[in-house]
C-alpha cells in the first residue's frame, strides 16, 4: 500500500529534455553556428572601437542640446510635405495593390501564368529597397517630393500586394460559392464576397503600410525626394547640430502621433 506521506517524485514531473540530434543535424549546427561567427567577422564588430567611440557620441549628443527653435515654421511646413508624401504614396499603394492581390491570389487569379506574373512582380518591387525606387524616381522626374510619391506607391504596393493576396486566400469560401451558383461573374464575386471578407485585415495592412512610409519619407528626402530629409542631412552637413536635434525630435512626434493613431484605428475598427 502506498504511503500517503510520501512526496511524489518531482523528478518524474520535469518534461524530457531535447532530444539529442542525429549526425547530420548536428553537423547542420554546426555549420550554422560557424556562418554565424564568420558573419560576425565579415562585419567588423569590435567592443574596443565601440567603446573609444563613445567618448564622440556623448561629444555630438552635447553639442545637440539644447534644440535649436528658431526655424520651426519651415520645419513645420516640412514635416507636413513629408507626412503629405506618406499620405499620398499609400493611397496610391493600397490602390494598386488590390488588382495585383486579385491576381496573385490562387483562388482568384485567372490562370497560372497570371499568378506566377504578378507574384514575380510583387517580389520584385518588395526586394528592391524604398531608397533605390527614389534615387531611381530623382532621376526618372527629377528632385521633390513627386519622385518620394512615385517611390513610397512602389514600394506599399510591394508591402501590400503580398498580404491583400493572403487574406484573400484565406477568405470565406462560402459567400464565394453561393454567389458562383446564383452565376455571379468573377469581379462580382471579388467584390460581393472576397474583399468584405478580407477588408478587416486589409485595413490593418493599410494602416500598418502608412506608419512604414511616414518613417521611409524621412529617409527619402536624403537623396532629394522631397520631405524633411534633405533639412536633415543640411543641419548635419552644416554642423549645425542644434537644428539636426530639433528636426529629429519633429521626426519623432510625427512618427509617435501615426502610430498612436493607427493603434486606434485598428483597435476600433478590427
Do not use: H
Request: aromatic share 8%.
Amino acid at each position: 500500500m502506498a504511503d500517503p506521506t510520501r512526496q511524489p517524485d518531482r523528478r518524474r514531473e520535469l518534461p524530457d529534455r531535447l532530444p539529442r540530434p542525429d549526425a547530420l543535424s548536428f553537423t547542420l549546427y554546426v555549420a550554422v553556428a560557424a556562418f554565424v561567427i564568420w558573419c560576425f567577422q565579415a562585419a567588423e564588430m569590435s567592443v574596443s572601437t565601440f567603446i573609444e567611440g563613445v567618448p564622440s557620441m556623448g561629444r555630438l549628443v552635447s553639442e545637440m542640446f539644447p534644440p535649436a527653435f528658431g526655424r520651426m515654421d519651415s520645419i513645420g511646413a516640412t514635416m507636413l510635405e513629408t507626412f503629405q508624401m506618406a499620405v499620398v504614396g499609400t493611397v496610391l499603394g493600397v490602390a494598386l495593390s488590390i488588382p495585383f492581390a486579385v491576381m496573385a491570389a490562387r483562388n482568384q487569379t485567372p490562370n497560372r501564368a497570371v499568378y506566377y506574373l504578378a507574384r514575380g512582380v510583387i517580389t520584385f518591387v518588395r526586394t528592391v529597397p524604398d531608397l533605390i525606387w527614389a534615387i531611381f524616381f530623382v532621376i526618372t522626374v527629377g528632385l521633390g517630393p513627386f519622385a518620394g510619391v512615385l517611390a513610397l506607391t512602389v514600394d506599399t504596393l510591394g508591402f501590400c500586394a503580398r498580404f491583400f493576396a493572403e487574406s484573400m486566400e484565406e477568405a470565406d469560401p462560402g459567400p464565394q460559392e453561393a454567389l458562383t451558383a446564383l452565376g455571379a461573374r468573377r469581379s462580382g464575386i471579388v467584390l460581393g464576397a472576397v474583399l468584405p471578407a478580407a477588408m478587416p485585415s486589409m485595413v490593418a495592412t493599410s494602416l500598418f503600410a502608412l506608419e512604414k512610409a511616414t518613417r521611409s519619407s524621412v529617409v527619402l528626402g536624403l537623396v532629394g525626394a522631397g520631405g524633411i530629409g534633405i533639412e536633415l542631412k543640411a543641419a548635419m552637413d552644416m554642423f549645425d547640430y542644434n537644428e539636426a536635434a530639433t528636426i529629429i525630435l519633429s521626426i519623432f512626434a510625427l512618427v509617435v502621433l501615426v502610430e498612436r493613431t493607427s493603434a486606434a484605428l485598428r483597435a476600433r475598427l478590427i
